[in-house]
């Protein structure tokens, strides 16, 4: 068993204000998502300014998505006892799959905007999304969010909300979501997308291997306690969630399969 590393979830205290190591991880996902699109911002005939703005657009998806998905998918009944309970992010409360809709509506307004289509500009962003699921898992660890499930193995982890109620040792979920959606997931999609391609197939690629990570992990991560188990004593609302970006990732997968390759892009990874 491995010591639960003890970080204040506060990383910077100025008075009465606090930054948290969770919110810093935003910042830090969504820099490196500016930065490694002005490195690709040529294959689409964007300018840097236009990666900032996409950004931003991406940053609003993420942050009304995120909130709206978590409050209808994981706290609706709170949300009907409290309606303004919708607007006290500050006590947290973000939802992968609602951030997600909230990027693809943004992705589908600035495809508009620049006249780009649907799935060339979703294709784009793909590979800049995995490093701030990464950073995301790190915060939600910092926090001590998202407990395992009881386990045996030599790395499960007391976690520290859980030591007078139920110290047994449990798996340390968030870190392998982090390996998986951040690390892996983002090395598998930068190198795919490195040359040329089918319109559509890295946008199905990340929709299938995010879901089969999200998928396994959710076997071993402690279903939300005021939901547990959805149906059949096993599944969890993240796998819920997740089954639907499974179909349409391989449905994705094969319609791309059947296109050319998109001469639009270029092979280098400058």
């Given amino acids: 068993m491995l010591q639960y590393p003890q970080i204040d979830p506060v990383a910077i205290s100025l008075g009465p204000v606090q930054i948290h190591w969770y919110g810093l991880m935003y910042v830090v996902g969504l820099a490196a998502a500016w930065w490694l699109g002005r490195r690709r911002a040529h294959r689409l005939g964007l300018s840097h300014d236009d990666i900032g703005d996409l950004i931003f657009y991406g940053a609003v998806g993420i942050i009304l998505g995120g909130r709206l998905g978590y409050v209808l998918f994981y706290g609706l009944e709170q949300l009907l006892a409290n309606p303004l309970w919708l607007f006290r992010v500050w006590d947290g409360g973000m939802s992968f799959h609602g951030g997600l809709a909230g990027v693809l509506l943004a992705a589908w307004l600035f495809a ?9 500009l979703t294709d784009f962003i793909a590979p800049l999304v995995p490093i701030g699921l990464g950073a995301g898992r790190l915060g939600n660890f910092i926090n001590h969010e998202l407990p395992g499930r009881i ?36 090395a598998v999609l930068w190198w795919l997308s490195s040359r040329p391609r089918q319109r559509g197939m890295i946008s199905g690629l990340f929709l299938v291997l995010y879901g ?17 188990f959805i149906a059949f004593g096993w599944l969890t609302m993240g796998q ?18 059947r296109q050319p390759v998109d001469k639009a892009k270029t092979a280098a990874a400058s």
């Fill in 112 to 120: 508009r905007k620049h006249r780009l289509a649907f799935f060339q």
């Fill in 151 to 186: 386990s045996e193995v030599p790395w499960a982890m007391v976690f520290p909300p859980m030591m007078e109620l139920e110290p047994e040792p449990r798996h340390p979920s968030a870190l392998y979501e982090f390996a998986l959606e951040g690390v892996v997931l983002f």
């Fill in 212 to 228: 089969a990570f999200r998928f396994s992990v959710e076997f071993v991560r402690l279903p939300d306690p005021h939901l547990g």
């Fill in 240 to 257: 819920l969630l997740t089954l639907p970006m499974l179909i349409a990732g391989l449905a994705l997968v094969v319609w791309a399969r």
